[in-house]
């Protein structure tokens, strides 16, 4: 790092809040995608007013500023491509305030999706959009890619949770949006303009969120079929039925095959296997609606319908579907996991055109995901030493890409476009809506100093 | 008109689309609000490729452009005050695509919401929003102020169901934002800019919404209170019962009494009724839930708590309700309808609030509204041709825009800003915030012709 930034910086936030160092630099050039570049150095901040300095300090030196929460990011969005500083939020951990009487929780951006679950777990309230992630991801992650999840189908993603937002603007102007109220059509929609721009408009400080009270009842059900056909055909049918599941997921033959040599679970290693709960406040209500969903299984074929009739089935059902991404990556040496999502009548031909480019670019792809949403995750896995492999994996992933647009979908359901897909936002988005997206971009972010090469707005 | 504009205008639409007649210009000078301005004149669009070749001309030609739907706005939004031509989307009022099977409906924006609920009643599925003013209002302005109504807290507002649009930009461009797939994180969030825009950035030619299947069971009571504050405490203390009523609304004193004049349901004239209604898709979830609200009723002092037990008990209480906008409309010439959000929390202070400004202005408010998601309607009585009484209202307007600031709510949840409000937008919005969303308006509308001198936006 040049001297006289550094010098800048550790008046800012102290000597011991900045880095660059060789391990510190390696350590922030990674995310969970196939991405990585090496920053100049690195921030740990600690309030709105630092981070307002240093993109004061940035925008007048022109370094890209990077923001970053825990990493977990699946398209290269915290890889710091241009180099520049890495602005590290996870010191900013603190949730400020919960008011179940008033609905919401305030939190800065480097808390924990699962700590603030714990947090409001004693008042039996939650942050509906359960992202996989969860564990480690921060909620100013979250807000970045506007996170989904497991619920999605029922209860939406973190955009429709999003109250109010503060933000630092490039040129280190604070700005708060949105409202403590349940409700606001107060001016424009500054808040959702912010939730997922992925860290390129501004730097969330401080979140207010939406939460809501967590039904009390579930029932689970899962459901095996002999081919994709019938499960694609059992998913968009469900709509049909005249219910939400809170839950419906689909874990395609790989991955079953993946779970089960790392699992004692078990799992019949059909073409597709359904599993899907329901919520409510009594046993009644989740029931009857499993039992639509069920009725709906049995038309399409399905081999086998279990109902989970124990605490522990259920368990070991979520176990199996939450093990998908971590048995999976332990396959190959490499893998990416793509999050393609289509209406859900175009889901069985995007299962079928899922097997077939594996065939063709001769390379495995394990498919799994939100089915309720229409949101699939193949997975694809890879040696990452061998060039050959890596150029199969690009041409899947681009042929991937393709389909979803040409069955009407996008690009992506849930981890945003960041480097993996920036090449394709013109295949989704028409000249207008890109020069809009540009023309935004420009406006906030005049000398593309906050996360450059981000999204495919560069011309 | 001007000559020339008249045929510029008779060439893009044909002459029986254009007017300048004075009964028309009478017409397009009105909202609900009590703001009015005649325009030059109207045209009728049929197509986005009108409506472009219309903004081409108004931009080249700098005449200001009103789109207008049903002209049910309550903040003057669609008034033309600075006069122009008012663009009547009322023709392009299709339903183009119902696909129960992927959840969503594609309409242009001139549809009647109850025409919608009207198509998607077969399949069992609804629009949630539900505006008191569905049975008139089109959805292009419902999207234009992001309307909200009676399912609010549980069901959110029109923000949470628009997945993509067409919108023809102030420069005649013609934009697809958003995706037919039920979630979507690639590239910015346009889809929401133009949710509650209140057409000043763009005019929406189509609008692909989510949709829901309606839960089958519901039930409903009703609470009266001896004062304002057990009401308060009643309502904010539901969210700690773990559940969220379908529609939780409230009646004053003032509204009740009128009801009473107008029907014979001989309401009880106490401070506060609340009604609550729960659903589901069985009787023992919506009574569970109504079980859990009753129990906060009773701990909070409820004079009488009365559970309806038909489908005819429960028609008139909603018919109780629907009423109070219109009977309390009859009392005075004059009204406005506000509607202030607060957080939960403040909802017994801002009751007292309320009371508070009518006795120091010395002017009826009658109030109900939503008090599940904290959003009130006072509605100011007045007779409009005395002007002492007109400054009352005024100054009874802006004493509740400041107390609802001060509580930490919002100016308008629901209705927009329109004229109305434009003058106490800086009450609520940082002057970053207010120079990001001038930012925007010029990005969109550099020559201000689309909807000008609404939200506060012209310094």
Redesign the interface.
């Known amino acids: 790092m040049d001297e006289k930034l550094k010098q800048d910086l550790i008046q800012i936030v102290g000597e011991a809040n900045v880095t660059d160092s060789l391990i510190d630099r390696v350590s922030f050039s990674y995310d969970a995608s196939e991405h990585s570049h090496r920053p100049e150095g690195g921030v740990w901040v600690e309030s709105a007013e630092q981070v307002s300095e240093i993109m004061k300090l940035a925008n007048r030196e022109r370094i890209p500023i990077i923001p970053r929460g825990a990493g977990t990011g699946l398209s290269g969005m915290a890889v710091p491509i241009e180099g520049g500083i890495i602005l590290d939020l996870n010191r900013m951990n603190q949730i400020l305030k919960i ?6 929780a305030v939190v800065q951006p480097g808390v924990v999706y699962a700590n603030l679950e714990k947090a409001l777990a004693p ?2 309230f939650f942050f509906p959009p359960d992202p996989a992630s969860g564990k480690v991801s921060t909620l100013g992650g979250n807000v970045a ?2 996170a ?1 999840g497991l619920k ?2 029922k209860y ?2 973190t ?2 949770y999003v109250l109010g937002l503060q933000v630092v ?1 490039p040129d280190g ?5 949105g ?12 808040t ?2 912010f ?3 992925e860290g390129t ?1 501004g730097i969330v400080t401080e979140i207010t969120l939406k939460i ?3 039904p ?1 009842a579930t029932s689970t059900a899962l459901a095996t079929f002999d081919n994709l056909e019938d499960a694609g055909n059992a998913i ?2 469900i ?6 599941p809170s839950a419906l997921e689909i874990l395609g033959r790989e991955t079953l095959s993946a779970i089960n040599q790392n699992t004692d679970l078990n799992l019949p290693e059909v073409d597709a296997m359904l599993l899907a709960e329901t919520d ?3 046993r ?2 989740t029931d ?2 499993l039992g639509k969903v069920i009725d709906v299984f049995r038309r399409n074929n399905a081999r086998e319908v279990r109902q989970a009739e124990t605490a522990k089935d259920v368990e070991d059902l979520w176990a199996a579907r939450k093990s998908a991404y971590a048995v999976l990556a332990r396959i190959e040496s490499n893998f990416v996991l793509e999050d393609v ?5 175009q889901i069985t031909a995007l299962l079928k055109g899922i097997q077939g480019i594996s065939e063709k670019q001769h390379i495995r792809i394990a498919t799994f995901g939100h089915a309720g ?3 699939l995750h193949p997975q694809i896995l890879y040696n990452g030493y061998d060039p050959e492999q890596v150029k199969q994996m690009e041409r899947a992933s681009a042929d991937l890409f393709k389909l979803a647009i040409d069955l ?10 960041g480097l993996s ?1 920036a090449p394709f ?1 013109t295949l ?3 000249p ?2 890109m020069d ?2 540009r ?2 971009k420009k ?2 972010d005049p000398n593309n100093i906050l996360n450059p090469g981000k ?1 495919g707005l560069e011309v």
Do not use: W
């Not at 102007?173 to 949006?177: C, E, K, L, V």
């Open positions: 008011s179940i009487e008033d609905r919401l008042d039996g890619t506007n989904g999605g189908a939406g993603t955009r429709d603007l102007r604070i700005m708060r949006t409202s403590k109220a349940m409700k606001s059509v107060s001016g424009y929609d500054l959702r303009l939730v997922g721009s408009l809501n009270p967590k009390t968009n049918q709509m049909h039925s005249g219910i939400i409510g406040y009594t009644e209500e009857y609606q999502t289509v209406p859900m009548t949403d229409g949101n009407g979908g996008t690009l992506t359901g849930e981890h945003g476009i897909k936002m989704e988005h028409d207008v809506a809009v997206m023309s935004l406006m906030f999204m």
